[in-house]
């Protein structure tokens, strides 16, 4: 049951995340950065799509999916239509990840050391949706910020 909440909470903000980057009226100021904000709304972006691929992707699905989390910040100037690309096909990598999974999995311990201790896949990939609804949060009041 979980592992279907998860889904659903995964592609409901995916989707959000989507109509987020689409609301830029004007493209170029995806990638600015206001005075007090430390990142653009383009690389939020290109960084949920790093840590969602990386994570989920790659880890659980087994899908090859290299990280290169330095450039998710540095990267500048991504067409509107390649992050909305890069969104829609990080949808499916993440439901068929968590498909992967039975409920048994979520009490096994996530077998990355991201933090200070272990932790399970449920709390890390509980962790993985509230950062993924934080940093649109972010991008939709960068969006207000600067239009």
């Not at 653009?40 to 899908?63: D, F, P, Q, R």
């Not at 090859?64 to 829609?88: H, M, V």
Request: proline share 3%.
């Amino acid at each position: 049951m979980i592992i279907k909440i998860l889904q659903e909470l995964f592609t409901r903000d995916l989707l959000k995340l989507k109509v987020e980057i689409n609301l830029y009226q004007n493209e170029e100021n995806l990638w600015l950065v206001a005075p007090g904000i430390a990142n653009s709304g383009g690389n939020l972006c290109l960084h949920l799509l790093g840590n969602l691929n990386a994570y989920i992707g790659a880890e659980i699905g087994k899908t090859g999916y290299i990280r290169d989390r330095p450039l998710e910040f540095s990267q500048k100037n991504t067409p509107k239509e390649e992050l909305i690309a890069r969104i829609e096909a990080t949808i499916p990598i993440v439901n068929d990840a968590l498909e992967s999974l039975i409920e048994f999995d979520l009490e096994q311990e996530y077998p990355l050391l991201v933090f200070a201790e272990r932790r399970t896949y449920a709390f890390f990939l509980t962790h993985l949706a509230t950062h993924l609804a934080y940093h649109i949060g972010q991008i939709n009041y960068h969006r207000r910020l600067l239009e």
